[in-house]
Structure formats: structure tokens, C-alpha cells
């Protein structure tokens, strides 16, 4: 009979490789491709860490958390945008939490990290993991995307959005 820890370890390799597999296809689909090195360059190793390495950051950490300012909120790697600042609010969570993502902003999959499945989502231009949407927000949509702050970058309303990155 096989030993719990041995099941358990044989288990998260499995998953392991299965995501790594998952994320090697997935990256292909996306428009905006590029080396570990070169995100690196572009980005804080804390966004490098959530958005490619699908880490998470410590709750309340984000100063985007008490933003309240009118403008987008787009992704801290490719700068496409997100999120209309009118779709924020305070879920009490300690991550930046909306009720709405643009149209076709965003693509999801099924995460497995917490055992049981949860709904990612991910910029669709590069891939770059955001968070986790659930289903305890506000109406009208009774959806929560928590975000984690450092995967975002703020723009306030009447300052030009930064150029995509290609």
C-alpha cells in the first residue's frame, strides 16, 4: 500500500507537469510572447512572481487596493487594458477587487492549486496571471475578480494608456 506522503508527492508532480505543459501551449496562443529574461527586464520580480509564476501577493500589500480615482486599470506586463476603474469596489478581501472586466479582456482556466478547482483569469494578450473570479460580488454581475495588485498598473482617467507592448 502506497504511503500518504508518497501519494501526496507523486500527486503535485503530476500536477506540476501537467501545468507546466498546460502553460508551454497556452503561451503559444497568446500575441505577446517573451522569455523569462526579457519580462524580467520589463517587470518587478513581485509581478514576474504573480503574473508568470502564478504566486499570489500578501492581502492588503497593494496600494491599487484604495485607488478610487476615475481611470483603467491594465495589466502590469503588456499594458492592456483591464478593468474600467467604475467597476471597483471594496470586497474587504485586501486584494483590488472588481465586479467587471472590459470586454475580451480577459481568458480563464481551471486552477487546481488549492485542491479543488478554482476560476483563473489571465490577460489575453500575454498570458499574465491576474487572480481568481468568483461568485460572491455585487450585482450586476454577482461576480468577484480579485486581483492582485502587482499585476495591475493604474491609469488615471484624461492621461493617455501607455502603448501596448509587443
Request: charge should be positive; charged fraction near 20%; aromatic fraction near 10%.
Amino acid at each position: 500500500m502506497m504511503k500518504k506522503r508518497t501519494l501526496l508527492k507523486s500527486l503535485a508532480g503530476w500536477l506540476g507537469v501537467a501545468a507546466l505543459a498546460e502553460r508551454a501551449s497556452a503561451a503559444a496562443a497568446f500575441a505577446v510572447t517573451k522569455s523569462e529574461a526579457q519580462w524580467r527586464k520589463l517587470i518587478s520580480a513581485s509581478a514576474y512572481d504573480v503574473l508568470f509564476d502564478h504566486g499570489t501577493e500578501r492581502a492588503g500589500s497593494s496600494a491599487l487596493n484604495a485607488e478610487k480615482r476615475p481611470g483603467t486599470f491594465v495589466c502590469a506586463a503588456c499594458n492592456q487594458p483591464l478593468f474600467d476603474a467604475a467597476h471597483k469596489y471594496e470586497s474587504g478581501t485586501g486584494w483590488p477587487s472588481f465586479w467587471q472586466p472590459l470586454a475580451g479582456a480577459l481568458g480563464t482556466s481551471t486552477d487546481f492549486k488549492m485542491i479543488y478547482p478554482r476560476t483563473e483569469y489571465h490577460c489575453v494578450r500575454c498570458g499574465g496571471h491576474q487572480g481568481h473570479v468568483f461568485k460572491d460580488g455585487p450585482q450586476p454581475t454577482g461576480l468577484r475578480y480579485c486581483n492582485n495588485g502587482v499585476a495591475l498598473a493604474f491609469v488615471p482617467k484624461g492621461t493617455a494608456l501607455p502603448t501596448l507592448r509587443t
